[in-house]
């Protein structure tokens, strides 16, 4: 009976130290006062008509020239569909757009980073996009299932300084830790990429290959860097509280409007200016660029105030 007894007072005793470190893990709570900053997670949504039409024809010229998006695409061989028709359709909108893979492919010219492990992978991208960018200022990371509009992307951080840290996409929260979701696009300016290759070089606060005992995914490694540099997430949304950033396909937000809000099943599932859709299927890719892009109501003027013109020598639709 004492051995019984014994056994139950040890299993109590492992139970409770297992919980108290799933509790740890659950909960922490990196950075929140690094560098001096508060955290300053909220709500970014781009800038009204009333906004827009109190800038002058010249300074709307000088916002859309200065706002160019450099876009990583994060492939591996195994998607190798959805990397050409990424490349065939949505990244040729962006001021430049290169592939980051695992491993080289014949097929589709691409970065190869020769690394397997994800968030290593992610790092090593991160790092080469911000020596290569040029006079790029703003980040666009992406898996090759994503979708974006770009154009909606540069009207949403239009008026927003590059300079400053900014972190954007659809935010979730995990314990303590907001991060943005890596299926609907992640968005970083040049100051966020700055600082956060500082933090790369500290191995205990953002280690390379994580920690074994708790391998974290890559958005919330990058979240936790991110947040001891001081940088944190913020929720891309339009006017009325609707997320600009989707981690889903376009049909599965229409399928899921249509059980939940079946009298306004569009109004109730999409902003007008959506800048990602994620989990898309190649086919539906190609779809989007054309209701996107192509399709266009004859004789009906949309009255946009701005223009982003195509990146030089592009081919994009």
Known sequence: MMSEGSSFMKGMALGGLFCLVMTYFETFNPGTHS????????????????ELQKLSEGQMSALTQQVGVYCLIMVTPK?????????DTWSKHCDKSVFYTSESSKALEAFDLQEQDEWARMRKAIKHAFENAGELRWFFLARPTTFAIIENLKYLVLDKDSSQPFYIGHTEKSGELDYVEYDSGIVLSYEAVRRLIEIFKDEDKCPERGNALWKMPEEKQLATCLKYSGVFAENGEDAQGKGLFNKKSVSSMISDSMGQNPADVVEACCPDMAITFGGMSPSQMQVLMYGVYR???????FHDSLTFLPPKDSDND
């Open 35 to 50: 560098e001096g900053h508060l955290h300053l997670h909220h709500h970014l949504k781009p800038l009204s008509k009333e």
């Open 79 to 87: 998607l190798l569909v959805h990397w050409a028709t990424a490349n």
């Open 295 to 301: 399709l266009r109501p004859y004789g009906h003027d």
